[in-house]
Structure formats: C-alpha cells, structure tokens
C-alpha cells in the first residue's frame, strides 16, 4: 500500500494554471437539417494534427467545451458521414461556430483503394470505456455474453460468468438500472442487434448503486430518434443450430413515439467434461474416479418488448414499457462414472442419463419521466419498475449400474423458482455553473424470492430434501454528490447511503437468516488536465458486494450427486476499498489509457469443496477472509489507416488472501481487436487470452481462442450479410486442477466447440446509422 501511495505522489503533478475560452456550435444533417447526436468534435493542432481536445455533441446537436485560446483545426466526424474540417479557426475569446453540415456516404481514395471512414468500436474515456456494439462484426447473430467478451477489461468464461478485470463481483445494468433482463442467464437471451453499446465503469461515482466489487458494466439498448415510421428485420442461421428472427418496427410523431420488438430463436450448444479423482487416506493412494459427461442444450426463447413515449411538451417526456420474455431449456446428459482401486482395477462402473427441463418466464413493467429545465443542466427523472419471473426446474436422472451388480434406479426433482422485485428511484442535478453541479438521488428495491424444492427417489419422496425457501432482501439508497473545477483542475466528493435487510426462512426451519445494515460508501474523484490531450485521474470508492440468490439458495440439484454444488443462506457480504490511478493520451491516431488499481477486500467470497461420509464432493461457496489485489491496465486504440481500427488492452494483477486458505499469486489477460473497412466489405478478428489463476482450492489453466468475421453491405447500405466463426480453433477449454482434504481432482471442460453463424439485416425506411428502439 506505501509503494501505491508513492506512485500516486509521484504521478499526480502540481497543479498549472491558464486562461480559457468558452466554444459552442451545433452538428446538422445537411440534406434533412435534423440534429446529429453523439458527434464526435475534435481540436487538433496545426502543424501535428495531435488531438488537443474532444467533446460530443448532445440530442439536440449541440457541443460546447472549454479551450486554451489559440489557433486549431477543428474536425467534426460521425459514423459514416463525411468528416468537416474547420482550418486554421482563431479561438482568441468565447465564439460560436454556429451549424457544421455533415453529408452521408461518401469515400476517399486511399492507395488505390476505396474506403469509408469508421467510428471506433473502442472509445476511450477517462472515467470509462465505452464499447460501440453496432461496430463489432463478432457480435452480430450472437447474445449480450458475446459482445461482453469483446469489451476491454471485460472476459465472460465458459459458463457464462461474467468477470471484470478478473474479478466475478461485478453489477450489471440495462441502461443504467437493475433488470429482469440480466437474471436467470438473462444475458445469453438479449440478441446483440439490440445493443447500441456498452459501458465499463470501474471505480463509479456515488450516483451508481453501490454493489459490484470490481465496478458496473452497463448496457446501453438501442433508441430510434427518426420521426415517421421505420422498421428492421434481422435474421440468422448457424451451426451448431443457432437460428434467430427478430423485427424492431417504430412510429414516431411530435407528440409521441411507439415501439416494439419481438424476437424468437433456438440454439443448440454442445459441451463435455473429464474429471479424474485421485483419493488418499495418510498420503496413499486408495482409489480412483474416472468420470465423463456429454450434454447436449437446447434453448428456444421468445422476447417481446413494447412501449410508448410521450412528449407532454418540450422539456417533459413519459414513457411506459413492458417487456416479456419466454425461455425454455431442454438439456440432455450423459455421465459415466468408472471406480477404480488403487491398482486401477475396475471395482464399480455405473452410467447415469438426465433430462432436464426448464421453461422460464420473465415480465418487466416500466414507467419513467423526465423534466428538463430551462437552466442548461437541471434534470429531474423519476423511474418505477416491477418485475417478475417465473421458472420451473425439472431434472429426472436414471442410473444404472453395470459392475458389480447390474441396477436401476432413478431420482427425480422439481425446483419452482419466483420473484417479484420493485425498484423506485428519482434523481435531480443542480447546476450552479459551467462546472459545479449538485446531484441529490434515492433509490428503493423490495424483493421477495421463492424457492419450492422436491425430490423423490425411485418415486418416493424424500423428506430431507424437499423443503420450501423464502429470501427477502429490501435496498434503501440516498446519494449527494458535489462537483466543481477550476482552471485545470475538476474534483467530485460524493457519498451514498444504503440500509438493507437481507433474510431468509423456510418451511423446515433449517435456514433462518435475518441480517440488517446501515453503511456509508464515499467516492471521490480528482482529474487534472496535465496538456490539453494529455489527463490525469486518481478516484476511491468504497462498494459492497452482496451474494446473488444463486449463490443463498441451498438446492443447487441432484443431476451428478458425486460432486454436488448447494448455496450457502449465511453468506454475508464483501466490502471493498479501490483506489485507481489513471491517465489518458491521445493524438490524432492514438489513444493510450495506462491505469494503476489497488482493492482491499473484506469477507471475500471463494469455493469450498469437501467430502461428505459418502465420498461425495460438496462444493460450497463461502467468506474466505480478506484480499489485497495490485493491478496494472493498458488501453490501446490505434487508427493506422481511415480503413483500419486496432484495439488491444492488457491486464496483469497480483493478489494476497488470507483467511481460511492462503493464496498468494499473480495472473493477467489480454485482447486484440483487428476491424477492416473496405467499401462495402468489413473484416474483423478477435483475440482472446486469460493467463492461469489459483485460488484457495482450485488452480485453472491458461486458455486461447480466437473468433473471426466478415460483413457485406449490399442495396444501397439498407442491407448487410455477416458471416462469422466464434471458438474457430475449438481451444476454448477449461482445465482446473482441485486439491482437497485427501483427494485431487484433473479436470477438462469443454461448454461449447466452435461455432459458425451467416446474420442478414434489412432496414425498411432507415438508414443504417438509425437506431431502434430498445427498453430505456
């Protein structure tokens, strides 16, 4: 920690002074005169055409920002519009450009080659790192947990776990909120035609909620802006079976805009696994387990979302929404467990074969509004959400034994999972000037869980295992946070309070819990501006992590009973302090985001794996004890050519446990991002790799993959084909090795082989720059 804080003293330099001037203009659509949003607006050098300075547009096409006065290059770009270059402009007092028109679809010529000039799929911010989705050729035909393991400092594993910068206790948001969306494998049912972009957030201010470990990953839905009527239709066939369709249709007038979307598709994954158990008894070997499973899932899913906003007048708009989904899982395995003695002599081989069946069902209804004011800055929303959620777990396994004694039996469970969750919150900003701002906000979530667990063995019930499960959780949030600057120097103090009452009980009074808390988490953030391309930012934040019903819920299944995985009710939350350091770069083609990041730990959730007096395994999570974790990032964007975007980020990290396990270890991953553009052709290719890790029980393998696409735009852009490979070398394999008491387990997973899609797109009255209309 004194060798972090020395580098914080060492890195953050005293604070420089100078004169600024006041810009402000307006980004128009030459042929229609519509505003153009999220425009990107750069301050260049004259002589190196190094970046100075950036800013964006807003919804209604305007920019203003803050300049040291003196002669620039201003460049205006967005999307596939021709970029505008203002040369030589004087920026010697505050001026208004006024409008700068900008015209679709034209190239340049560029070494004999035709090309159109792209938006970054990467951009870069000193408080976050923003992933444009409609960019990323892999992401096309594919599902949020797709897209997710192309963002920088963001990996999702074989199972769908999602991690940030390695670490699993992340919160993830539908445009800036909880959803429904995101829970029971949610992720894997949101198509990625539906994603504008994503958000990486990794030290949040006090406005986010303050659970998530590692920081927020927020997901942005797409949002129609175009008037008049307009509809898409995006279909996909893979193999393995991976077919999809899905129509977005939008109508929108002055006074208000409908939307809907509906999506249907069926996918078929299939996986195996090999794992080899070594027992002991006073350092011998006395036997082995020689265990196989092949399954086979399949999933069809139905997604419907509809809505209405209503523009009361300009500065006050109502939207109500509610959004749908039907999901059903049919999985089919097959295990072989093969005993041996300690001279691998054949003692038991039994063959086990499940059928599991899972319909779920998922609703959200929305209701939000917000008021803008007069006073540039002053907004006020308020937003209420109900979900509920449904699903119906149905497993029934036949086993038989071959060796000794040829036997049949079976085993049969049924676990009724439902939710219903009310979130309410409001928000209000105070500007007092161009850079102080007050934000007050309150946040409520009421939550309430069932779990109705049976299990029957050859048809009889067992009364051990059956029992009925109730979790409760109430949230209660109130943030302030104050923000200011002055010359080069911005800072932003916050602090945010939450009560929250946790409990659970059940109808065998095995699992009574009732857990209350009221904590403080205070953030504070400190940016200097070193150059006018060059910025410096040093930010705390205290955050909690609070364990998922997954990780509560005692019934985790009885499909494979010798290695069996329950929740743990008395599991309580982690604590964490993070500090992070971190500094931008940019120039013309570049842009370097280097950042340093230490987090203390309190409670730190971790896997025990035990062994039960009938030589099963129970694998449990559990609070380990504390962590120190060192981290170094480096985030890399580089434009060689109009024709050419390169990403790359890198992350390497040491960590310290102590508690009931003492690990001590260092890892690291890696991605790199090629995306071509040539005329109507896009070529893209991704890849992946994650070092190995270890912690208190399990020690997992480095994996490498790596996924490819190519995309054709056709029909005066209104059409696109994509032809992607994902996993093209089927290297995407987990290897874990588990060191227990008197035993050792080698094991090999493989979820999903290589996999290979062919996505076309059509939009109807739109251009391929419009987006749809997605839950807000």
Known sequence: MKNFMYAIAFLFPTLIFGQEVMVKGTVVEKKTQKPIELASIAFLDTETNAIIQETSSDAEGN?????????????????????????????LEDKNIGKVFLEENTTQILDEVIVTAEKSSVETKLDKKIFNVGKDLISRGASASDILNNVPSVSVNALGAVSLRGNS?????????????????????????????????????????????SGIINIILKKNKTSGFGSSITATAGVPNNN??????????????????????????????????????NGAVTSFINQTTDRTRNFNRWNVYLGSDYYINTNNTLTLSYFYRNNTSKNAVDYEFHYL????????????????????????????????????????????QYDFWNDDENELITETVQIPTPETKTIKSRDIESSKDVVFQSDISFPFSEKSKLDI?????????????????????????????????????????????????????GVRAEYFNTGSSDLNNEFHTDKKYTKLFPTVHLTYEIKNNINLQLSYSRRIDRPSF?????????????????GNPDLNPMYIDSYELGTLFKWEKFTVNPSLYYQYTTNLFDISVTRNSDDYLIEKPINLGIENRYGFEFNLTYNPYKWWFLSSDFNFYKYDQKGLFTVSDQTWFSKLNSRIKLKSWSIQ????????????????????????????????????????????????????????????????RRFSGTRASLTFTYKFNRKKTDRDRLPD
């Not at 990625?192 to 201010?205: C, G, L, Y």
């Not at 979307?261 to 027992?279: P, V």
């Not at 509560?552 to 494979?560: E, K, S, V």
């Not at 029909?715 to 227990?740: C, H, L, M, P």
């Open 341 to 384: 003695d300690a001279n691998r002599n054949t003692t038991q081989l039994i063959n086990a074969k499940e059928e599991y069946r899972e319909p779920q069902k998922a609703n959200q209804i929305e209701l939000n509004y917000v008021k803008n004011f007069e006073k540039k800055g002053k907004k006020f929303t308020a937003n209420v």
């Open 169 to 213: 206790s992340v919160r993830i948001l539908i445009n800036g909120k909880p959803s429904v969306m995101t829970q029971n494998n949610g992720l894997e049912q949101i198509p990625a035609e539906t994603i504008d972009r994503v958000e990486v957030i990794t030290n949040p201010s006090a406005q986010y909620d303050a659970q998530g470990a």
């Open 550 to 566: 997954y990780q509560l819920n005692p019934f985790g299944g009885i499909a494979d009973r010798r290695n069996i995985r329950i």
């Open 63 to 91: 920019f203003e920002t803050k300049i040291k006065p003196g002669k620039y290059n201003l460049q205006v770009n967005f999307l596939d519009y021709r970029s505008v270059t203002l040369q030589q402009v004087s920026f």
């Open 685 to 748: 290719n991704n890849f992946n790799v994650i070092g190995a890790v270890k912690t208190g029980q399990i020690e997992s393998e480095a994996q490498l993959w790596a996924d490819t696409a190519v995309a054709k735009e056709f029909w005066k852009e209104k059409a696109t084909i994509t032809f992607k490979v994902d996993n093209i070398f089927d290297s995407r394999i987990s290897r874990d090795y588990i060191r227990g008491n008197n035993y050792t387990i080698d094991g090999e």
């Open 244 to 281: 999809s369709l899905g129509v977005n249709m939008n109508y929108k007038k002055e006074k208000f805009n409908i939307f809907t979307d509906i999506r249907y598709g069926k996918m078929t994954l299939f996986g195996n696994d090999k794992l080899f158990r070594t027992n002991y008894e």
């Open 441 to 493: 906000g309150l946040k409520g979530e009421i939550r309430r869980i069932n779990s109705d667990y049976i299990v029957w063995d050859n048809a009889v019930k067992v009364d051990s295992l059956t029992n009925l499960l109730h979790y409760d959780e109430r949230i209660f949030g109130f943030y302030t946070q104050y923000s200011n600057g002055f010359k080069k120097f911005q800072y932003q103090f």
